[in-house]
């Protein structure tokens, strides 16, 4: 009797709670892009595609989507994170707490503390905030803005686990999400700007202790040491601040590399490897198996960190496996993920003058301004950069939809005035550049960004929608024809995937810098956001637009009403 009486309660159970995925494995990474009633992995799956399959919301059902819940971040911060959502309970992290929340409700189900130095602020060069989590069985992975990394037990939210990965006193910091792959936990590392050195982690997934250590630029006795001028490399930048990607078939982890230190290249010479690139490593050992650079020397804070997404391409009547990235250097390039080998790179910016294109071996070619930039530490005049250091395309991730192999992205179209100059290393963790910032240039339309739809296999734009201020969210896109965005002035927005076109709108109260997931439970689908900006752009960017836009972070669901 007891048998059948368990056997009722378990069919009333799923019956009244639905059918979300009850296990939460390798075997659940691995299949993340395509599982609909979960969200697993950081760019939900392993590709970073931020596509969904799910099309009850769609281009006519749209109009229908509304709130259903709200849930206070309860700070003021960036929230740029993304939720994962294991077992009906959505998880959220900010830079002051881990947070599990009933997925239908809203409702917290625990809310834990991270514990962070009261002086830390004073050390961060480029924001408080943090982007996300990795989770495998049971446990929850984050790092925090003082450059450690957690293991919380997704049960009760208690730490099983915490590893130091550098002293923050140094300028370093942990705003990215960490991956899962190869059985190893895989982190980077922020603090280009403060003469760090660059380095990617693999930690052991149970204890915290660290497998492996990989420095991100060469020495003068590695390979690629003879890139850099003496004594530059070990304080030469190569930030990893963004989450790689992974194949688990060839077993290859895709990470990228950042700005060199300082940003003035002449001080440094050189390619300065292996600043600016992608690097392939093997997940279980660090192994570097290939790189390519993006931007050799880096003369304007180009960073390669940009998310690298993977996925298949026809070209010359072949599929081929490539990874594809929107650089801030404002070139969109495809790149064969088995070898690295440079397939092409294709202007996207509105503006570029620091480049007149990419060459046939995948090196820019240098305006006379950059030749010059590249051989003078020391300037008399400005000189105007399209892109901006905020490049023609910033860290917020793009979709690509793998049906009809288009990627969706937001772009900026800003300049700046710069003036390089010899600056020695500053004492502590102070920012050195080796320049000076001489303002932003706006364009003549006003637009400063555009939600953009780009054809990789064409190499060209299929459509944008233009805006005021850049859009510094993520991008999702789904089989329901839609892409989602939201925008620095607060709305949460769809766009039809083969217009272009406006087709919803909601304003959430504060801006968006988050990054959507969509999800469904009991038949209905749902679309989540994190909503509240406080951004290095807003700070810095003189953007009017911006001007009386109210902080404070929340996570909003959606669904189409009843």
Known sequence: MMYFALKRLVAVSVLLCGTFSQAQTIADLRKDAVTTDSVNTYGMGWSQQRYSPLKQVNTTTVKRLVPVWNFSLDNSANASSQPLLIDGTMYVASHTHTMAIDALTGRAKWKTPIEVPADVAGYLCCGIHT?????????????????????????????????????????????????????VLITGISGGEYGTRGFINGWDLKTGAKKWHLWTTALPNEKGGDTWKPGMAETGGGPTWLTGTYDPELDLVYWGTGNGGPWNPAMRGGASLFICSVLAIRPSTGEMVWYYQFSPGDPYDYDGT?????????????PTKVLMQANRNGFFYVVDRTSGKFISGTQFAKKVNWASGIDAAG???DTPMTAEVRKTEQQTDFIEVWPSAFG???????????VRKVAYFNTINLGMKIKYVKQPKPDGPNWWLGLELGGFIS???????ALVAWDPVAKKKLWEAPSKAPNWSGVLSTAGGLVFVGTQTGQFKA?????????????????ITGLPITWERNGRQYVTITSGSATVYGALAGDPELANIPAGGSVWTFALAQ
């Open 131 to 183: 982007r996300g989590m990795a989770a495998l069985d049971g446990v929850l992975y984050r790092t925090t803005i003082d450059a450690h990394v957690v293991a919380i037990n997704m049960a009760d939210g208690k730490q099983i686990w915490k590893s130091k990965a550098a002293d923050y006193k140094l300028g370093y910091s942990m705003t990215h999400a960490p991956l899962i792959a190869g059985g």
């Open 306 to 318: 940009n998310e690298l997404v993977l996925g298949e391409l026809a070209l010359d009547g072949k």
């Open 363 to 365: 090196k820019p070619i």
């Open 392 to 402: 023609g395309k910033n860290w917020m991730p793009m979709s690509f939809d793998p």
């Open 443 to 449: 364009p003549e339309d006003g637009n400063r960004g």
């Open 495 to 511: 766009f039809d995937a083969k217009s272009g076109k406006e087709v919803w709108s909601f304003q959430t109260g504060s801006g």
